[in-house]
Nanobody, 115 residues
Framework: QVQLVESGGGLVQPGGSLRLSCAAS????????MGWYRQAPGNQRELVAV???????SYADSVKGRFTISRDNGKNTVYLQMNSLKPEDTAVYYC?????????WGQGTQVTVSS
C-alpha cells in the first residue's frame, strides 16, 4: 500500500513563503507523475502543480511565477515551494501520485494565509 505524507503547512502572512513536502513510502520514480492539489472550503479540489517522471512541470495559472514544484528521487519526496502567498491560496493542500495500478492521495496539510 502506497502512503503519501504531507508536511509543511501552517499559518503565514500575505507575501510570506512556505515549503510543503510529500514523502512517499515507495520509490517516486514508479509514478508517472506527482502533483499538488488544493481545496478551499466550498470549492472543488483543483490542480496546483504537477511534475512528471522526467521532471517536466506544469502549473495552474493562479500560481505561475510564485510556486515551484520539485522532486528528490533519493528521498522519495516531492516539494512545493510557495512564495508571495496570498489569502486566496488558503486551502488544504493534497499530494497525489499516479501510476498504472492506481492513483494515491495524502491526508492533506492546511495552509492559511492571513494577517
Amino acid at each position: 500500500q502506497v502512503q503519501l505524507v504531507e508536511s509543511g503547512g501552517g499559518l503565514v502572512q500575505p507575501g510570506g513563503s512556505l515549503r510543503l513536502s510529500c514523502a512517499a513510502s515507495t520509490s517516486i520514480y514508479s509514478f508517472y507523475g506527482m502533483g499538488w492539489y488544493r481545496q478551499a472550503p466550498g470549492n472543488q479540489r483543483e490542480l496546483v502543480a504537477v511534475i512528471t517522471r522526467d521532471g517536466s512541470t506544469s502549473y495552474a495559472d493562479s500560481v505561475k511565477g510564485r510556486f515551484t514544484i520539485s522532486r528528490d528521487n533519493g528521498k522519495n519526496t516531492v516539494y512545493l515551494q510557495m512564495n508571495s502567498l496570498k489569502p486566496e491560496d488558503t486551502a488544504v493542500y493534497y499530494c497525489n501520485a499516479d501510476r498504472a495500478v492506481g492513483s494515491y492521495w495524502g491526508q492533506g496539510t492546511q495552509v492559511t494565509v492571513s494577517s
